[in-house]
């Protein structure tokens, strides 16, 4: 198989971290031995920090004891980045592609998903943009601003991306604050960036819309970008 023709697509719902990180690492070692084609999972996650490999302990601003109050579990990840967070109301997508089929290296990849998520909020009439030397997909700042370092971006941060590619074949992805708990954010440091603003598409249109509607619209956005056609199933099993 080579994956480049149809990507599988799923809408898992509400998983824990740890079970969606299972999920993951099978189907990618499926893909890996050529045993399925390509496939992205969108769902959202229980509350939880993930901790990149950039990331450390400092970068979670409360104790375990406060962790528990709030209900937050933190867990160290292999994807690139720092610390972020998920939770209800924040769409999750792990692709898990072929890189070397589609001729993708980490950069353009990760050039990819922020121009995909560029044109998802586009559909909502959001206008977002990126930061110069930064990942991820701000609003309400400055097109092509480049940080200064100690000074954070003007904008607010929509999406995060971390990415892992080994072995040819991509996992870990993008979170984009939909109708996201944003007060959560302020319980860690996001990118290495102390007190930067979260926002949502909630937060920036006033309504909620469910994220299976962001993930049908976002899937799509992804096919384009990668010259595939998107094949839904309702079922992991059905993956092929």
């Known amino acids: 198989m080579t994956g480049t023709e149809a990507v599988q697509t799923i809408w898992l719902g509400r998983m824990a971290y740890a079970g ?9 070692a ?8 390509d496939v992205v999972l969108f769902l959202e996650h229980e509350p939880v920090i993930t901790l990149g490999r950039r990331a450390d302990e400092t970068h979670v ?11 937050v579990e933190v867990s160290e990840t292999d994807r690139g980045g720092e610390a972020t967070y998920h939770g209800p109301g924040q769409l999750v997508g792990y692709p898990i592609l072929g890189m070397r089929e589609r001729g993708l290296g980490p950069v353009k990849y990760v050039r990819l998903l ?3 998520i560029i044109e998802t909020l586009s559909e909502f009439g959001i206008a977002a943009h990126l930061v110069d030397g930064e990942t991820g997909v701000w ?9 200064v370092e100690g000074i954070n971006p003007k904008g607010k941060k929509i999406a995060a991306l971390g990415v892992r590619i080994s072995s040819g074949v991509s996992m870990h992805g993008f979170a984009l604050n939909v109708a996201t708990d944003l007060s ?27 994220l299976p509607q962001v993930a049908k619209v976002t899937a799509e956005i992804l096919g384009v970008a990668l010259g595939s056609r998107i094949e839904w199933t309702n079922s992991i099993e059905l993956i092929n």
């Open 30 to 37: 499926r893909r890996v031995n050529d045993e399925i084609g």
């Open 184 to 210: 959560m954010f302020q319980n860690i440091i996001p990118c290495g960036m102390p007190e930067l603003p979260a926002s949502s598409i909630e937060d920036q249109i006033g309504n909620v819309i469910g």
């Open 139 to 147: 609003v309400e700042g400055i097109p092509g601003e480049k940080r």
């Open 61 to 71: 601003l409360l104790d375990a004891d406060q962790l528990s109050d709030v209900g």
């Open 114 to 116: 922020e121009r995909v």
């Open 20 to 28: 969606a990180m299972d999920l993951q690492r099978e189907l990618y």
